[in-house]
Antibody, heavy 122, light 108 residues
Framework: QLQLQESGSGLVKPSQTLSLTCAVSGGSISSGGYSWSWIRQPPGKGLEWIGYIYHSGSTYYNPSLKSRVTISVDRSKNQFSLKLSSVTAADTAVYYC??????????????WGQGTLVTVSS | DIQMTQSPSSVSASVGDRVTITCRASQGISSWLAWYQQKPGKAPKLLIY???SLQSGVPSRFSGSGSGTDFTLTISSLQPEDFATYYCQQANSFLALTFGGGTKVEIK
């Protein structure tokens, strides 16, 4: 059974860079047809897609966050990472990592991490 | 970006009720729509993909329908464990994925 686990700093100061890692177990991050994504949810609000790193290695980001986001993968450690720069209080959210299944008709997030709360505050 | 609008934003229902949630896309997305269930403090769980295909392990009381711009998620007989928030997500524009605002199903 595939499992994803987020880790990283839970408190980030305004203007600094948020950094999170998602460790994947029970399967290889290099499996074809899957992409690896970050999604966030501000407290009491809905879901916002941040971006993903495609199985080809290409990255795609939410246009509203594109200038501040970097998603990368470390295949040797079977994990992928998120960096979000110049954070403000508006970036306070639960951050989820998830697998994007792009096989055939699937086109959905089929496995999710448990989520990690990141608070932006001085 | 494709905007996804869900209605209602919340619904009160009793165990055994039939519940229908609607999701409308701002432009046609063919059948590229997924539905998720989220319980408090938990990650979302995939229920339906490609508008009407049931994810493995999901009870058959959940069903999805629609294509183009209008979609529905139906719970045929609401169970206690179904009280949660439901989100739709368009997968037509994979360069800019978007979710609906959510529908909270509450106990009447």
């Amino acid at each position: 059974q595939l499992q994803l686990q987020e880790s990283g700093s839970g408190l980030v100061k305004p203007s600094q860079t948020l950094s999170l890692t998602c460790a994947v177990s029970g399967g290889s991050i290099s499996s074809g047809g899957y992409s690896w994504s970050w999604i966030r949810q501000p407290p009491g609000k809905g879901l916002e897609w941040i971006g993903y790193i495609y199985h080809s290695g290409s990255t795609y980001y939410n246009p509203s966050l594109k200038s501040r986001v970097t998603i990368s993968v470390d295949r040797s450690k079977n994990q992928f990472s998120l960096k979000l720069s110049s954070v403000t209080a508006a970036d306070t959210a639960v951050y989820y990592c998830a697998r994007w299944d792009d096989y055939g008709d699937y086109r959905s997030f089929d496995y999710w991490g448990q989520g990690t709360l990141v608070t932006v505050s001085s | 970006d494709i905007q996804m609008t869900q209605s209602p934003s919340s619904v009160s229902a009793s165990v055994g009720d039939r519940v229908t949630i609607t999701c409308r896309a701002s432009q046609g997305i063919s059948s590229w729509l997924a539905w998720y269930q989220q319980k408090p403090g938990k990650a979302p769980k995939l229920l339906i993909y490609a508008a009407s295909s049931l994810q493995s392990g999901v009870p058959s009381r959940f069903s999805g329908s629609g294509s183009g711009t209008d979609f529905t998620l139906t719970i045929s007989s609401l169970q206690p464990e179904d009280f949660a928030t439901y989100y739709c997500q368009q997968a037509n524009s994979f360069l800019a994925l978007t979710f609906g605002g959510g529908t909270k199903v509450e106990i009447k």
